[in-house]
């Protein structure tokens, strides 16, 4: 059973717009969240992430929403550019017995494109 | 060194080989990670290492799948008896004890014929 999913497969949006991408999870352990963006060939890179006692993240361009009632997280990127096109995975993590966020389940990813 | 680096970047081997895929942390980070990326799916957790001993391996598939980290540094990744389905990317990725954050490396795209 996939306990994190990225129902979207792909995205595209105008350059300047916002970019929208979403994230379900089913485990209620899961306690920090993250993203990571891939380029071809490259191995994933961290984006941004959020501990489950905040419902938002900022970091410049990028705002991570946290919606633990509805086991729903989204990534907003506003204004969206070119250089945004990737595929975008969502991970989640539950604390382990030493505390530490090891073991991350990951989503299928998003691909998202945007146009110049 | 600057990033976590695999090599080999890419390995084909004919089914029944041996498979050895190292990666090299960033210095200083005492906790390494393998995951495997299949075709259209996202990274999955093989096993974690904090220091030189496999702290969880719960993540290898079966018993021709194991790893070592000797010295606490360098990891190699060790496939016996490949089979079809082992091809994937293998993505080695390291970091600082007890942090949340995982920086990956490239990986190492594998392909058993």
């Known amino acids: 059973d996939q306990q994190v999913k990225q129902n979207s497969p792909s995205l595209s949006v105008q350059e300047g717009r916002i970019s929208i991408l979403n994230c379900d999870y089913t485990n209620s352990m899961f306690d920090y969240f993250l993203w990571y963006k891939k380029y071809p060939a490259e191995g994933p890179t961290f984006l941004i992430s959020?501990?489950?006692?905040?419902d938002k993240n900022e970091d410049g361009r990028f705002t991570v929403f946290l919606n633990k009632s509805a086991k729903h997280l989204s990534l907003h990127i506003v204004p969206s550019q070119p250089g945004d096109s990737a595929v975008y995975f969502c991970?989640?993590?539950?604390?382990?017995?030493?505390?530490?966020?090891?073991?991350?389940?990951f989503g299928k990813g998003t691909l998202l494109t945007v146009n110049p | 060194g600057a990033g976590v680096s695999q090599t080999p970047s890419n390995k084909v081997t004919e089914k029944g080989k041996y498979v050895e895929l190292r990666c090299d942390p960033i210095s200083g980070h005492t906790a390494l990670y393998w995951y495997r990326q299949s075709l259209g799916q996202g990274p999955e957790f093989l096993i974690y290492?904090?220091?030189?001993?496999?702290?969880?391996d719960s993540g290898l598939p079966n018993d021709r799948f194991f790893a070592v980290r000797p010295e606490g540094s360098v990891s190699t990744l060790k496939i016996q008896r490949t089979e079809r389905g082992d091809s994937a990317v293998y993505l080695c990725a390291s970091s600082l004890a007890g942090a949340n954050v995982l920086t990956f490396g490239a990986g190492s795209r594998l392909t058993v014929l």
């Open positions: 991970a989640a993590s539950a604390s382990s017995r030493g505390g530490s966020n090891y073991k991350l389940t």
């Open positions: 290492f904090q220091g030189t001993g496999a702290a969880d």
């Open positions: 959020i501990s489950s006692i905040k």
